[in-house]
T-cell receptor, first 114, second 117 residues
């Protein structure tokens, strides 16, 4: 298996622009998670899905952030408009139903908002 | 409130020496505990977990962790450290407040392990 795939791996954009991050989970995994990692706040869970349905979005910072999972093999995290404080590494992870919470992480997208 | 604490930001150890990375937790109900490792510019990788059973859990790359219920700790250990073990280590516990199909983990802030040759 190729593991969790994220694109792009690096993104540099200017403040105010829309940013879309993409994730392909491991085939057969029922759960998908979006995390943000910064030096200041560590690893933060933004949102997670079960069978394409959002379960907990309490970690989404504000209305500028949105996430979708239109099917079992694809999810997006969108930031519109982006701000410099959104600069971070964004991870996607997936988990199978019977894994007892073990999560498999993608390589991350490093976002820099200028 | 449920929480995970990794009291050390950084741990330094000489190659060949034993290493310990500390983790304590506070959670309602039975804890599900995890250790993950993050190498530079990579995503997190699962190392090991404690769900139930033997308090000593063995995982990948020769790591093990000991669950201590009375001390609410889950310290990560390795008998002989390698330079290649240098990485960021995260402890996590399942959020037990939410029920149903909850899969949320509560994460520590991470401990940077440096193994010196």
């Amino acid at each position: 298996d190729a593991g969790v795939i994220q694109s792009p791996r690096h993104e540099v954009t200017e403040m105010g622009q829309e940013v879309t991050l993409r994730c392909k989970p491991i085939s057969g995994h029922d759960y998908l998670f979006w995390y943000r990692q910064t030096m200041m706040r560590g690893l933060e869970l933004l949102i997670y899905f079960n069978n394409n349905v959002p379960i907990d979005d309490s970690g989404m910072p504000e209305d500028r952030f949105s996430a979708k999972m239109p099917n079992a093999s694809f999810s997006t995290l969108k930031i519109q408009p982006s701000e410099p404080r959104d600069s971070a590494v964004y991870f996607c992870a997936s988990s199978p139903r019977d894994s007892q919470e073990t999560q498999y992480f993608g390589p991350g997208t490093r976002l820099l908002v200028l | 409130a449920q929480s995970v604490a990794q009291p050390e930001d950084q741990v330094n150890v000489a190659e060949g020496n034993p290493l310990t990375v500390k983790c304590t937790y506070s959670v309602s109900g039975n804890p599900y505990l995890f250790w993950y490792v993050q190498y530079p510019n990579r995503g997190l990788q699962f190392l090991l977990k404690y769900i139930t059973g033997d308090n000593l859990v063995k995982g990948s790359y020769g790591f093990e962790a000991e669950f201590n219920k009375s001390q609410t700790s889950f310290h990560l250990k390795k008998p002989s450290a390698l330079v290649s073990d240098s990485a960021l280590y995260f402890c996590a516990v399942r959020d037990n407040i939410r029920t149903g199909n909850n899969r949320k983990l509560i994460w520590g802030l991470g401990t940077s392990l440096a193994v010196n040759p």
